[in-house]
């Protein structure tokens, strides 16, 4: 008699893996010695005259569903030059790597395109509309509302929900801003309101309080940093217009019983010139009224105040499959000398050109 076939062996979870690699050359007008020098006020483009290795992006997520009772998780792993600059405390993969993101996803529907999730782990800011991921930015360099007035990622526990299909929502606790292991005895909140009003148009109203301060022989500082921030976009055409304005302020800096305040504005242009390539415009201006934000940071020197800007042009070229190449010129101006030359004489103002090649799967 034939044998009894074998039970078939359960399938295992979808698993979607994607990621890219992001090389890129920056020029400065501005800079110290020879290649490899300082960029000041620059992120992930902070070298002058030096190509550099910036990502080598591996993302694993098992997707959730938004129909059903599902669970799901996603895995952001970053290697290269980038790490080094957005790393959260607390967690330390060595200089060149990092665990962006890592959490777990618990979906409820609610029918109808509605849902709430649960989500818990370390998960990507809720500010901005620049994002870690170089290649999903308008631009190539990284603009200063995302370098100064804005955190990178959020350990803890998040909320999102979606009512309608015109609003959705997310609040979350946090250890802090860009911490793992917690700093401090307090936690942090942040929470953000989406709206949608048409298909064109979108809109979000997001406000943050928590203590920052690391404590001190296991006693907190006292002093809450809050603020808040809105980000619109209209698609008008083959353009896609986009306004984000910050505003920040924390107590008992830079000293007991005074108060730091910081503001900042973006504003970018991104229009679809053919189906190969795009061209984005970027101004952003950055008010640190009090230091708190940009003082001895990046290459700035120490300050007591700084108001900073710039203007970027960028070209998104994808006339390769899964290849993009981004040649960009910016313009940096503060009202402070900060920006050194090769003579040992400070400036107001750098020129750099850059180049970016990025390859995705």
């Not at 669970?71 to 080094?84: E, H, M, T």
């Not at 409820?108 to 709430?116: N, Q, R």
């Not at 406000?207 to 619109?232: C, F, M, Q």
């Amino acid at each position: 008699a034939a044998a009894p076939a074998a039970a078939a062996a359960p399938a295992g979870p979808n698993v979607n893996i994607s990621g890219f690699l992001t090389a890129s050359y920056t020029y400065s007008t501005r800079h110290t010695a020879g290649a490899g020098s300082p960029v000041v006020g620059r992120l992930y483009d902070r070298f002058h005259d030096q190509i550099e290795l910036n990502a080598a992006k591996l993302v694993l997520e098992k997707p959730v569903a938004t129909d059903k009772f599902d669970a799901g998780a996603r895995v952001d792993l970053l290697f290269g030059q980038n790490p080094a600059v957005i790393q959260s405390a607390g967690l330390n993969l060595g200089t060149n790597g990092d665990i962006t993101q890592a959490f777990a996803t618990l979906n409820i529907p609610a029918g109808d395109g509605k849902y709430v999730q649960f989500k818990a782990g370390k998960i990507a800011t809720l500010m901005g509309l620049e994002v870690i991921e170089d290649v999903v930015n308008p631009n190539l360099s990284e603009g200063n509302l995302f370098v100064y007035v804005e955190n990178f990622t959020n350990t803890g526990l998040r909320l999102d929900a979606k009512p309608s299909a015109t609003v959705d929502f997310e609040l979350a606790l946090m250890n802090g801003w860009d911490v793992v292991q917690d700093n401090n005895s307090k936690k942090s909140f942040m929470g953000r309101l989406g709206l949608t009003p048409d298909a064109l148009t979108t809109i979000g109203l997001l406000g943050y309080v928590g203590n920052e301060k690391a404590a001190v022989n296991g006693v907190t500082p006292s002093g809450n940093r809050y603020g808040g921030e809105i980000l619109a976009s209209r698609k008008v055409g083959a353009a896609t217009i986009t306004v984000q304005g910050d505003y920040g302020e924390e107590k008992d800096l830079p000293a007991p019983g005074q108060t730091a305040k910081w503001w900042g504005a973006s504003v970018w242009a991104a229009f679809d010139a053919s189906p190969t390539l795009n061209v984005a415009l970027r101004g952003d201006y950055v008010d640190d009224k009090d230091g708190a934000r940009t003082s001895g940071v990046l290459g700035f020197p120490v300050n007591a105040g700084q108001k900073f800007g710039s203007g970027t042009l960028t070209l998104n070229i994808k006339r390769w499959d899964s290849m993009l190449i981004r040649p960009e010129i910016r313009y940096d101006r503060s009202n402070l000398l900060v920006f050194p030359a090769t003579d040992g004489t400070l400036h107001k103002d750098q020129l750099t050109f850059a180049l970016g090649a990025s390859y995705l799967f």
